[in-house]
Structures are given as structure tokens and as C-alpha cells.
């Protein structure tokens, strides 16, 4: 098992629909969670970044944190053909991010 | 957040020569890291580089191949040695803020003939 299930979709949908990417992991030391949104052929780019458990929103942008699941969520909501990309999920225990994990990654496309 | 640039940002090589990346950031950092990203895949932590120490290597990397510097608070280089076709991929650096934040530089594409 992965420390890190990620589904690598893809995934499609319409502009202006509501998308739940997800990622569940295994190691409960985990407590610094990030979502990335890569662009082809570009380098990995921090979307959002949670502490612990709890939700934050940024935007359009919504991420959450359940750590009793061990399950990590990112919304988007009124989804643009702009939000295409792949997202990565990654998670870490130390603040220094030396035990840096990453999920597959999920590409999504947003069709106008 | 950091800002890093990486140079080049692609180039293509003949099998057997080698090639040093370079990666800048815009402010002191303690941890760098270099990433492999073949295509379609996650991200490889293939060393992390702390200024003044040696390079710390993953599981399946060795220094011989991919030798890091690491001179200042600032600059580091990887450097891909004796390349191969298997080589080819995307080499990111990536800068870690203390606070639990990850930032990453925009890439080299790699590619070995």
C-alpha cells in the first residue's frame, strides 16, 4: 500500500461545475498538507496549503482536512477551462518537509 | 512563498556527457530539494541539499551519479552524470519555508539521445 493513494483520473467536467479531487494516506504522523496545480510542461505550482485538520478557502478554492480519516479533500467550485491541469496532493510530518510524500497527481479538464 | 529559477530550463544531450542544472532563489533557505518527474508520473525526491553539508541521497540514487553542490543559502546544482536515454525527464528544485510550505521551481526537460 502507498502511502499515498491519489487517483489519477482523468477526470472531465464542465465549466462552471463543482470538483472534488481527494487523497487518503497512511501515515497519521502526517500534519502539513499541500495541494500543487501543474500546467503541462510546468513546474508544480502551491495551491493551497493546510496545518493539521480544518478546512481553508482561497477563492474558488476550498481544501479540508479530516486527519481521523487520514483523507484530504481540494474543491473547486465554478470551474474554469484555466483550472486545467494535473493536481498533486502532498503531505508531510516535519515542517521541513524532509519526509515530503505525493500523490499521483489527478489531471482534470475543464470543458467550456 | 520563494521564487526559484532553474537553468536551463530544457536542453537536449548526447548519451554519455553529462549536464549541470542550476537553481537560484530569491531569498535564504536552509533545505533544497531535487526532484525526477518522468513523464505522466509523481514526483522522485532524488536528494536534499543543506548548505554547508553534504547531500543527503534516496533510496536508489548515488552521488557518483548525481552530483549536488550546495555553496550558499541561495544556489545549488545537480549535475546528471554519464546520461543515458533512461535520464530523460524533468528535474525540479524545490525550496522548503520552514513552516511546513514546499515551493518549486519551474523545471529542466531533460532529454537523452
Known amino acids: 500500500q502507498k502511502e499515498v493513494e491519489q487517483d489519477p483520473g482523468p477526470l472531465s467536467v464542465p465549466e462552471g461545475a463543482i470538483v472534488s479531487l481527494n487523497c487518503t494516506y497512511s501515515n497519521s504522523a502526517f500534519q502539513y498538507f499541500m495541494w500543487y496545480r501543474q500546467y503541462s510542461r510546468k513546474g508544480p505550482e502551491l495551491l493551497m496549503y493546510?496545518?493539521?485538520?480544518g478546512n481553508k478557502e482561497d477563492g474558488r478554492f476550498t481544501a479540508q482536512v479530516d486527519k481521523s480519516s487520514k483523507y484530504i479533500s481540494l474543491f473547486i467550485r465554478d470551474s474554469q477551462p484555466s483550472d486545467s491541469a494535473t493536481y498533486l496532493c502532498?503531505?508531510?510530518?516535519?515542517?521541513?518537509?524532509?519526509?515530503?510524500?505525493f500523490g499521483a497527481g489527478t489531471r482534470l479538464t475543464v470543458k467550456p | 512563498s520563494a521564487v526559484i529559477s532553474q537553468k536551463p530550463s530544457r536542453d537536449i544531450c548526447q548519451r554519455g556527457t553529462s549536464l549541470t542544472i542550476q537553481c537560484q532563489v530569491d531569498s535564504q533557505v536552509t533545505m533544497m530539494f531535487w526532484y525526477r518527474q518522468q513523464p505522466g508520473q509523481s514526483l522522485t525526491l532524488i536528494a536534499t541539499a543543506n548548505q554547508g553539508s553534504e547531500a543527503t541521497y534516496e533510496s536508489g540514487f548515488v552521488i557518483d551519479k548525481f552530483p549536488i553542490s550546495r555553496p550558499n543559502l541561495t544556489f545549488s546544482t545537480l549535475t546528471v552524470s554519464n546520461m543515458s536515454p533512461e535520464d530523460s525527464s524533468i528535474y525540479l528544485c524545490?525550496?522548503?519555508?520552514?513552516?511546513?510550505?514546499?515551493?518549486f521551481g519551474p523545471g529542466t526537460r531533460l532529454t537523452v539521445l
Open positions: 493546510t496545518y493539521s485538520s
Open positions: 524545490s525550496v522548503a519555508s520552514g513552516e511546513g510550505e514546499q515551493f
Open positions: 502532498a503531505m508531510s510530518a516535519s515542517r521541513n518537509n524532509n519526509d515530503m510524500r
